[in-house]
């Protein structure tokens, strides 16, 4: 089934005449359309892109299953199109108060219905398609793992570490970073999202970096600590919890479970060695066009995994004023367990 099809059926199911898509990842992921600026009008008999006169020639290209709309005014367009249409979902999370009330202006008749799931769920499974690319997003960032470990040195700073990240990845094909890297060293290395700084890297340090790439639009997400010079008793046996709860995760990682379950696997690990307090976030989240999709893994998720998520495992443990380790990996949920898609390794690694 296409992806309109398959979108139909759910608007069938939740009754709406028409859908407004005006977030990227979805606008993407339904029409192919990698532009800046459209909003997509879906209804159960037509699919239009609308967008201005800097993206047409793109957007013909790019998205063959929609008629594309040269708009002038976005809203009058809308009005336009939608005036038979008694209900009409749009974005929960990207809508703007302010495009609420220009879509309730340009819609008067209509009833406006917030929709969050119909997307989310759809995205949540990943075709073949979509896995061949987030393979590659994961490979490219292998790939700069095995780099940085040859270029790294004390003296370093942080934001030298995160650069050189991103040059290896966009060298090999990365079209950016998948977010605003995480280089944390020293006591830095607490903060779960401590990004890049000018602090050097010092003998004794660990050096917690989380990167990722985006290729052809897909995410990747990998975090590795590395200690520079011989590790104390402590670091050594902080690592190897994580390990052994990160290890645990994926042995847990399997369809028909919620996600709960799996990040209480780990957590269970971590609580059982003394340093539950200072693990303080979810276990995973799901990866696609975003770096962070649903469902998670986490003390709270209900929702059922599936064959065909993307999903990370990554414990941490968070010291204040002393350091902290995370490990990091992707894995695809398969029939039976899953799949772990990062390669990089993951044993403690000493920088001599
Ligand atoms: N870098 C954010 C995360 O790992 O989720
Ligand atoms: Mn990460
Ligand atoms: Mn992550």
């Known amino acids: 089934m296409s992806r309109l099809e398959r979108i139909r059926l759910k608007m069938q199911e939740a009754k709406l005449d028409a859908f407004i898509i005006a977030s990227p990842e979805n606008r993407r992921y339904m029409s192919g359309f990698t ?14 892109l609308l967008t201005d006169f800097r993206y047409i020639q793109q957007a013909t290209e790019q998205a063959p299953n929609f008629q ?4 002038s005014n976005m809203y009058n367009s809308l009005a ?48 073949t398609e979509e896995l ?77 970096m989380d990167f990722g790439a985006i290729y052809q639009g897909y995410c990747s997400d990998i975090t590795r600590t590395i200690c520079f010079g011989e590790p104390t008793e402590k670091q050594q046996e902080i690592y190897e919890i994580v390990l052994k709860a990160q290890k645990a995760g994926i042995a847990a990682l399997k369809p028909g479970i919620p996600g709960r379950e799996v990040d209480a696997v780990a957590r269970g690990i971590i609580a059982d060695a003394g340093y539950g307090d200072f693990f303080g976030h979810g276990l995973g989240h799901s990866v696609g066009l975003a770096i962070h999709e649903n469902p ?31 490990i990091e990996d992707m894995a695809v949920v398969t029939e039976n367990g899953c799949e772990v898609l990062t390669q990089a390794p993951k044993e403690f690694i000493i920088i001599e």
Not at 133 to 142: H, L, S, T
Not at 305 to 319: K, N, R, S
Request: proline share 3%; net charge negative; charged share 25%.
């Open 35 to 48: 532009g800046t600026s459209a909003m997509l009008f879906i209804t159960l008999e037509k699919a239009c």
């Open 68 to 71: 594309v709309v040269r708009i």
């Open 80 to 127: 336009e199109l939608g005036q038979k249409a008694a209900r009409v979902g749009f974005e929960e999370e990207f809508t703007t108060y302010a495009d609420y009330l220009n879509l309730k202006e340009a819609l008067p008749q209509a009833e406006l219905v917030s929709q969050s799931k119909i997307l989310e769920e759809l995205r949540a499974i990943k075709d």
């Open 132 to 208: 061949a690319k987030i393979r590659q997003a994961v490979k490219i960032a292998d790939d700069a793992f095995a780099h940085i470990l040859q270029f790294v040195e004390r003296g370093q700073t942080e934001a030298e570490i995160s650069l050189e990240l991103e040059f290896a990845m966009r060298r090999n094909g990365a079209s950016g970073g998948s977010f605003d890297f995480i280089a944390a060293s020293g006591i830095r290395s607490s903060m779960p999202h401590g990004v890049a700084t000018t602090k050097t890297i010092e003998q004794g340090d660990f050096l917690t």
């Open 296 to 326: 998670n893994l986490n003390l709270r998720e209900e929702r059922i995994l599936q064959p065909g998520m993307v999903i990370t495992i990554e414990p941490g443990i968070y010291i204040p004023d002393w350091g902290g380790v995370r």
